[in-house]
């Protein structure tokens, strides 16, 4: 019985770190990315629309969709998704990828068309994202699609951002 009990203590143990590392791993990236990158100045000073979202949103947004999408890459994990579709973990690692390489392109180099193109890029593979994760686990496919809110609401911005100059 005492063994039972301590098997259970160290799978829970287990799963709570690889929970915190799925969860930790992109915010942390993403603070990062905001911190280098985030500053937009042609965004802040860019003639405001009342629909048009500030900075701070922009910011928050990236942050709830790093953290569901890692959220939702830990509950395919837990289920054994990337094992049995490997193609799952791929499409995780680019949408991760292209979300984190937007701010740098645009606010930092400047290449406003090419974020577009990123944009395209990001939203195709977040419905992948969302399909696949779906597939394995419905629970993972549902809480990735406020990422394709914070897909769209990054391309709103840089259509903006490319009429704007």
């Known amino acids: 019985m005492q063994y039972r009990k301590q098997k259970r203590t160290g799978m829970a143990a287990r799963g709570l770190r690889s929970l915190a590392i799925a969860i930790i791993l992109p915010l942390s990236l993403t603070v990062l990315d905001i911190i280098l990158f985030g500053s937009g100045n042609r965004f802040r000073s860019m003639q405001r629309h009342p629909y048009f979202p500030p900075m701070w949103a922009l910011h928050s947004a990236l942050l709830v969709a790093a953290f569901l999408s890692g959220l939702s890459a830990w509950l395919v994990w837990v289920d054994g998704g990337f094992h049995h579709q490997p193609r799952a973990l791929f499409l995780y690692l680019g949408q991760l990828s292209l979300s984190l390489g937007w701010y740098p392109i645009v606010f930092g180099a400047g290449a406003i068309r090419v974020g577009l193109v990123l944009c395209a890029a990001l939203f195709g593979s977040l ?16 809480l ?3 990422c394709l809110l914070w897909g769209m609401l990054l391309a709103v911005v840089n259509v903006r951002l490319v009429y704007q100059w």
């Not at 419905?127 to 394995?136: D, P």
């Open 127 to 142: 419905i992948a994202c969302s399909r696949i994760f779906k597939n394995v686990n419905p629970i993972a496919g549902d």
């Open 144 to 146: 990735f699609k406020p």
